[in-house]
């Protein structure tokens, strides 16, 4: 028995008159006279053109007036597989003077992270950032530990004259926060956006992490700060040979560059080119250090973004 196909709610079920035919005559009548049976013919013609043209009909009418929408569209649109060789290690910064039994596992410090992924950087270098303080004239101070962020801010500067590209999307700075960093970037000739979060979602863009050729990364807990180096502890990861991580945590600053514009305002549905198909539900699988895993990343981003 054919049944006409259109999505829920098209087609109420007392309006499907070949659902159940025998329902259609009554029971106290097991054959008609010829002249009602010749109307049940024509009815039963009728009835099967209508079911032919709803055939037709519904498919195009949901496929004209009703298209998928974007998070559906994205669902649905096949994932490679990953087969990046992904390395993961987990990154620290230990105050200066506080010290552990040997016993206790230690990691690549915050700064020696930093400083291999500007020196391996080639094409480009963006980062996500709350606020940048990384000298001792930024806070006011003369620490010798300032050292550290004061080298890490002179590489940055000499990325363009490598041709390295360099972005960087920073919370709009409070009137009284230093801006001294962020002007040597632009003059280096690196690119700064000032994301307006507090005007966007009455918030801050807290996010910090870095993306190195599309193919590593460094995602922390640790500010563009001195003090995240050498005074206060901090715990992040770095990823290295992971393009498809790394694609996945680019739309992310993609997202916060495109608020980087003046008067700029959140879009409503998101273009899908920042959309992505990894989610608890659907991680991406690859593998980290050689064992399969499961991994996916989340902000905590404005309205309309999936």
């Not at 020196?119 to 980062?127: M, P, R, V």
């Not at 960087?168 to 280096?188: C, F, G, H, I, M």
């Not at 499961?294 to 981003?301: D, H, I, K, P, T």
């Amino acid at each position: 028995m054919l049944v006409p196909w259109a999505p829920t709610g098209l087609v109420p079920p007392q309006l499907n008159p070949l659902d159940k035919p025998e329902e259609q005559l009554p029971p106290e009548q097991g054959t008609l006279p010829a002249h009602k049976r010749a109307c049940w013919a024509v009815l039963a013609t009728v009835l099967a053109a209508m079911l032919l043209a709803a055939l037709f009909t519904y498919p195009l009418v949901f496929l004209a007036g009703s298209t998928p929408s974007r998070q559906d569209r994205v669902q649905q649109a096949p994932g490679d597989a990953c087969t990046d060789p992904c390395r993961i290690t987990l990154v620290e910064s230990i105050p200066e003077g506080l010290t552990y039994s040997s016993a206790v596992p230690s990691h690549p410090s915050t700064f020696q992270t930093w400083l291999e992924l500007i020196g391996g950087a080639q094409s480009s270098l963006d980062i996500a950032s709350f606020y940048w303080t990384l000298t001792n004239a930024d806070s006011h101070t003369r620490e010798p530990s300032a050292q550290q962020g004061e080298q890490i801010l002179a590489e940055l500067t000499q990325l363009p004259q490598r041709g390295v590209a360099v972005r960087v999307a920073v919370s709009t700075p409070k009137a009284k926060q230093p801006l001294d960093d962020l002007e040597a970037l632009e003059r280096s000739g690196a690119a700064v956006r000032k994301v307006d979060m507090p005007r966007l979602t009455k918030g801050v863009l807290h996010t910090k992490f870095w993306v190195v050729d599309g193919t590593h990364i460094y995602l922390g807990s640790a500010n563009m700060d001195w003090r995240s180096l050498t005074q206060v502890k901090e715990l992040g990861a770095a990823v290295y040979n992971c393009s498809c991580l790394a694609r996945d945590l680019g739309k992310v600053f993609e997202a916060y560059w495109a608020l980087g514009v003046p008067n700029a305002t959140i879009p409503e549905p998101w273009p899908d080119s920042y959309s992505t198909i990894y989610n608890a539900e659907t991680p991406l699988q690859l593998q980290l250090n050689g064992t399969p895993a499961s991994v996916y990343l989340s902000v905590s981003g404005g309205p309309g973004r999936a």
